[in-house]
């Protein structure tokens, strides 16, 4: 495989850490540059603080606060970047640290535009029921889904490596260049991978003549790894069941396409809905329009086993 670059946010969560050893396992592999980046949320700060103006007191006492909250988190700042260093050392990796101070999500897209995989820890929050994710108060990583503008693999627990992933498309939006990205880039890490198409009913073309079409545009698409399933049969709360088991290393792999106010991923839903509601050790929400392999290599495409 050759060499990339990944991009890795952190903090001190657990979640922070396991995002952290998978890239620093993968990176050491695949002799990746690996960029960690740490951000102190100075608007948040003063925007908890709020902008007091003299009334009943003078705003002394805010500016004062502010100032030393961000010391604190500076410092806080100046730990993690020696924790993350010794460790990242020990794997002999090419890596940097950057703290930067501002919006974290704004910091993070500056950037994630020089890097080909952005890399975070997820903890997950309650399910929601909106169809869409306005008036709900996300988080980084969930804002991340929305704004990234390259592919974020979400991490909730440790995996040690990526042995397969399980692609999810849709049978009315398929972009065959971003399911050959997808499978070329399992080609070059050596997982396997399967292809699940969710077909909604309104596509005229019957399952077998779809799926031999799409395999006379790329002949290295192999039919038994492909299915169709009824979007109407399952459901999108039967979306986890459609999954299977939740193994490590298996890779749950959707795109993202903008619909103009926010995201959509390929079972229609919002990428924030989908990633409090569906349980899964890692998911890799991919921007459509992000029209390069992740990784890229010589071997030939595994076979789903």
């Given at each position: ?204 073309e019957p399952a077998a003549s779809f799926v031999r079409d799409l395999i006379e545009v790329d002949n290295e698409i192999q039919a038994e790894n ?80």
């Amino acid at each position: 495989m050759k060499p990339g670059s990944f991009l890795l946010p952190i903090s001190g969560s657990p979640e922070s850490l396991f995002a952290s050893e998978f890239v620093w396992s993968f990176a050491s592999q695949s002799q990746s540059k690996v960029t960690a980046q740490h951000t102190i949320d100075t608007a948040g700060t003063l925007q908890f603080l709020g902008q007091e103006k003299a009334g009943l007191i003078g705003s002394g006492p805010y500016v004062a606060a502010y100032q030393g909250i961000c010391e604190s988190l500076r410092e806080i700042g100046r730990k993690l970047e020696d924790s993350y260093s010794a460790r990242a050392t020990s794997h002999q990796i090419e890596s940097t640290f950057v703290c930067s101070e501002g919006d974290p999500v704004e910091e993070i897209r500056k950037v994630a535009k020089d890097h080909d995989l952005l890399v975070v820890g997820y903890r997950k929050r309650p399910a929601v029921e909106y169809p869409v994710c306005q008036g709900i108060k996300l988080s980084r990583a969930e804002r991340l889904a929305h704004l990234s503008p390259i592919p974020i693999l979400f991490v909730q627990k440790p995996i040690p490596t990526i042995t397969e992933f399980a692609i999810f498309v849709s049978m009315d939006h398929m972009n065959v260049n971003w399911l050959k990205n997808c499978m070329h880039s399992a080609m070059a890490i050596g997982a396997s991978y399967n292809v699940t198409i969710l077909a909604s009913g309104v596509h005229e073309e019957p399952a077998a003549s779809f799926v031999r079409d799409l395999i006379e545009v790329d002949n290295e698409i192999q039919a038994e790894n492909i299915k169709i399933v009824s979007a109407a049969d399952h459901g999108l709360l039967n979306f986890g069941q459609m999954i299977g088991s939740v193994d490590q290393g298996r890779v749950v792999v959707l795109p993202t396409v903008d619909s103009g106010e926010h995201r959509i991923t390929s079972t229609g839903e919002c990428p924030t809905e989908l990633l409090r509601r569906v349980e899964f050790e890692s998911i890799l929400l991919w921007p459509e329009e992000y029209a390069n392999p992740l990784f890229s290599g010589e071997a030939a495409l595994v076979k789903a086993g």
